[in-house]
């Protein structure tokens, strides 16, 4: 049975330890596109309907809003049925200490009854936050192993690591 990624990612300004930088590619988006590369697995990105801002600084605005409201953001596509796939990889940044909540919109349409979930974050210094516990309650029913969490300027040296974690 086949593998798949789902994750969040966002391109734009971002927070690069005490810099801004404007990256084309979001932090998330590398990483789960080695995992793609190493598994073949099937890459499914979550997109909001509404871009965030490209600014770093309003996006954290628009974020913080959105978690203190617990919304659910309409995506752009959705995925309905994962009842193909054993093995599925969600992968986002740390948003606030959790998922961004276009992943909770997602997360919660899916039934991850008896599915393996190996979840990664990518974050500028808190890691996973309380994203694990909150994955706990958005997969219920799956076998939840160790994640791997990697900061966003490391993301393009983590290939290695990554590799490892796959076949932990
Ligand atoms: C809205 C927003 C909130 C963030 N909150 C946190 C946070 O609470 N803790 C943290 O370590 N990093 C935080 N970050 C930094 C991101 O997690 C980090 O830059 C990540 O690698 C971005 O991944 P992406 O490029 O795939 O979107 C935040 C970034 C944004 C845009």
């Known amino acids: 049975m086949s593998s798949l990624v789902i994750y969040f990612s966002r391109s734009g300004e971002n927070y690069f330890g005490g810099e801004l930088k404007n990256i084309e590619k979001g932090n998330t988006e590398v990483i789960a596109e080695y995992i793609q590369e190493f598994t073949s697995a099937d890459l499914f990105k979550v997109e909001s309907e509404v871009d965030y801002p490209?600014?770093?600084?309003?996006?954290?605005?628009?974020?913080?809003?959105e978690l203190e409201d617990d919304a659910r953001p309409e995506i752009k596509e959705s995925l309905?049925?994962?009842?193909?796939?054993?093995?599925?990889?969600?992968?986002?940044?740390?948003?606030?200490?959790?998922?961004p909540m276009p992943m909770w919109t997602q997360l919660e349409k899916l039934d991850f009854t008896g599915k393996t979930v190996k979840p990664f974050v990518t974050h500028e210094g808190s890691g996973f936050g309380k994203s694990l516990n909150d994955l706990d309650r958005l997969c219920s029913g799956a076998e939840i192993k160790k994640g791997i969490s990697i900061p966003g300027a490391n993301v393009y040296e983590a290939k290695d690591k990554v590799n490892l974690w796959i076949n932990d």
Do not use: H, Q, R
């Open 54 to 65: 490209e600014d770093y600084m309003k996006c954290i605005d628009v974020a913080k809003k």
């Open 80 to 99: 309905d049925d994962i009842s193909d796939y054993e093995t599925i990889y969600i992968g986002f940044p740390n948003w606030w200490g959790t998922l």
